[in-house]
């Protein structure tokens, strides 16, 4: 069992950088894959990007390419999602999860055994 917390979020201007972090009490990090969704109004939950445990591999959304990217933070439970080059179509609540099998297609949320609580992201243009 895995506990996610997701502190941060906040209003940025377009073209900013936001950093969101997820904290887990619990197991750690390592045992499980470790991913990012968001969730704009009226939209379903979307794919941001992943992290496979064991490793440093990574994958992310078209959409995200390039401006975002997944890294362990400096406590070893924690996981960071720096946003670069934000946009108003980023805006949404993001959550992160936790995979306990990484060899299912995790840009599925369905995939995902535990999920944060969620934190607002607000890019104004």
């Known amino acids: 069992q895995v506990q996610l917390v997701e502190p941060g979020g906040g209003l940025v201007q377009a073209g900013g950088s936001l950093r969101l972090s997820c904290a887990a009490s619990?197991?750690?990090?390592?045992?499980?894959?470790m991913g990012w969704f968001r969730q704009a109004p009226g939209k379903e939950r979307e794919f941001v990007g992943v992290?496979?445990?064991?490793?440093?591999?990574?994958d992310y959304a078209d959409s995200v390419k390039g401006r975002f990217t997944i890294s362990r933070g400096n406590d070893e439970n924690t996981l960071d999602l720096q946003m670069n080059s934000l946009k108003p179509e980023d805006t949404a609540v993001y959550y992160c999860?936790?995979?306990?099998?990484?060899?299912?297609?995790?840009?599925?949320?369905?995939?995902?055994?535990?999920w944060g609580q969620g934190t607002q992201v607000t890019v104004s243009s």
């Open positions: 619990g197991r750690t990090f390592g045992s499980y894959t």
């Open positions: 992290r496979w445990s064991g490793g440093s591999i990574t």
């Open positions: 999860a936790a995979a306990i099998d990484s060899y299912r297609n995790l840009r599925l949320r369905y995939s995902y055994n535990y």
